[in-house]
């Protein structure tokens, strides 16, 4: 880990540098006398690149680490660090403090915005961006938390893996990567009888999201606990009940309280022994919330088929559009339409799309970011408010975050303003041909891709989908999108030029 700190660090520290660059710069602007975008607008648009912060969290205590260790060893590099600390702050903060900094503010941004928010009217025009900027923020700093907690969490799992002889625990063909069976959630010792041989047998279990892994201690005398693998369960085949409240007789007196662990198949059954009851308490609801994050409540409520997921990169709920937190076992996503949502969104998601996964979308429809007109993942609110100090006839394409609701409906919507006030919203719906998918706004027009719909309608009203409703969308040279792809990619371009000097 101090090694990967060392490495990574010097890249993250000018990421940051060009992230908050950027991020000021903006803020500026957004202060200026008819500013084209709004303060809160600024904070929503550095929602995801303020994710980096979980990185330098994780990094944190081993830089920290490493710079008193270079310093206690190296007299010359200790004094220049001092003779800095001097010229910069008069010795008030050392560098470790200075380190830390950072860290503190992005943890705060929220609070600055909730300030803003109560001394902010809610009839103002800014009131609900600011109150949306303050949710993002929010979610960050829980975003940041999280990365942080399961980073040193990642330490802990690789030294139980490291402390257990012979690990070879068969799953999607890599046996010794106890990272794919989740967090640690509890380990002790306790006694195990298998039914089928009645022998009780003295062991240390580690539970972890997916595993009940038995180990036996191994007597050496370096310190450190060792242990030799015996067995494992996949907590997924298993129901845990609470055994009979008679004292288990035999040698060992001390285990006396029980737990059956069963299959769910009812072919084999293995009882537990634990030495109090809230140690028995404790076992039990560990397996218990186990099970339960294995086959989720929320899943009797839909056709989705959810399994519990670890993703790569930052991924955001399709229900409330909030980030998926963490580095491990972040939320669930569907095995069918591969939609990504939380424990708790997961009765809130509709039916399974699983008709459409067979039918790919048109090659066309899939380069949709390249149209200037297209404004990526966008809610109603967001869209509106985009669009309010447009001219009349302004459009742009969004992905819903809520997504679909029927197997018709697509995750596109169209927003257009309609009249000075009036911003009008439309699901853009589709319909099975047998041998491709057709797109539309009503039944009386379909279209290949999306992407023909949108260029139809640029040059012919709206009028044969909607009564008493005549415009047609403006030509692509009016739209928002052309100013919002600009800043994205802006950003990006001079945010990657930065990083590839390393």
Same mark, same amino acid.
């Given at each position: ?5 060392? $490495?990574?660090?010097? !890249? *993250?520290?000018? =990421?940051? &540098?060009?992230? %908050? ?6 803020? /500026? ?81 929220? $609070?600055?915005?909730? !300030? *803003?928010?109560? =001394?902010? &009217?809610?009839? %103002? ?6 109150? /949306? ?370």
């Amino acid at each position: 880990k101090l090694k990967f700190c060392l $490495l990574f660090y010097p !890249k *993250l520290l000018q =990421e940051l &540098s060009d992230i %908050h660059t950027s991020f000021l710069d903006k803020l /500026r602007e957004s202060l200026i006398p008819n500013a084209k975008k709004k303060m809160a607008l600024v904070f929503l648009e550095f929602r995801e690149p303020f994710l980096i912060y979980g990185e330098y969290c994780s990094c944190l205590l081993g830089a920290i680490d490493f710079l008193a260790d270079v310093c206690k060893k190296n007299q010359i590099v200790d004094q220049l660090v001092q003779k800095c600390e001097r010229d910069y702050n008069v010795g008030k903060l050392q560098l470790r403090d200075i380190l830390s900094v950072p860290m503190q503010r992005i943890l705060k941004y929220h $609070l600055l915005l909730d !300030k *803003l928010v109560k =001394e902010t &009217s809610p009839q %103002h025009e800014d009131y609900r961006s600011l109150e /949306r900027a303050k949710e993002a923020m929010i979610d960050v700093s829980q975003y940041i938390n999280e990365v942080k907690r399961d980073s040193d969490h990642l330490v802990i799992i690789q030294k139980v893996k490291d402390s257990i002889f012979d690990l070879h625990l068969l799953q999607n063909g890599n046996g010794c990567d106890l990272l794919q069976f989740g967090r640690l959630l509890l380990d002790g010792e306790l006694n195990i009888k298998a039914h089928e041989d009645q022998k009780v047998k003295l062991r240390y279990a580690f539970v972890f999201d997916k595993i009940l892994i038995m180990v036996k201690a191994l007597h050496i005398k370096t310190g450190d606990m060792q242990y030799t693998y015996r067995d494992s369960h996949n907590l997924a085949d298993y129901r845990v009940e609470q055994g009979p409240s008679r004292r288990l007789l035999g040698r060992d007196t001390r285990f006396k309280y029980q737990l059956l662990l069963a299959r769910k198949s009812g072919k084999t059954a293995f009882t537990l022994y634990l030495k109090t009851e809230p140690e028995r308490d404790k076992w039990r609801k560990a397996l218990t919330e186990a099970m339960e994050s294995l086959e989720p409540f929320g899943c009797r409520s839909t056709d989705h088929k959810m399994e519990i997921f670890t993703f790569d990169q930052p991924t955001t709920c399709r229900h409330c559009c909030k980030f998926l937190k963490g580095r491990i076992h972040q939320g669930y996503r569907c095995k069918v339409c591969q939609i990504s949502v939380h424990k708790g969104c997961i009765s809130s998601t509709g039916r399974c799309q699983q008709n459409l996964v067979s039918v790919p979308p048109p090659v066309c429809d899939r380069q949709l970011s390249a149209f200037n007109w297209f404004a990526d993942n966008m809610d109603r609110e967001t869209a509106a408010h985009r669009l309010e100090n447009r001219r009349i006839g302004t459009y742009l394409l969004r992905v819903r975050p809520q997504g679909p609701s029927t197997a018709h409906e697509t995750m596109y919507a169209l927003s257009l303003k309609t009249d000075d006030h009036v911003i009008k919203h439309m699901k853009i719906n589709q319909e099975n041909s047998g041998e491709s998918l057709l797109y539309c706004l009503s039944s009386r027009r379909h279209f290949k891709t999306i992407v023909e719909l949108v260029s139809y309608y640029e040059r012919n009203d709206l009028g044969e989908n909607f009564a008493g409703f005549w415009m047609p969308i403006p030509p692509i040279y009016t739209l928002w999108g052309i100013c919002f792809l600009f800043e994205k990619n802006h950003y990006r371009n001079s945010h990657s030029s930065s990083s590839n000097s390393f």
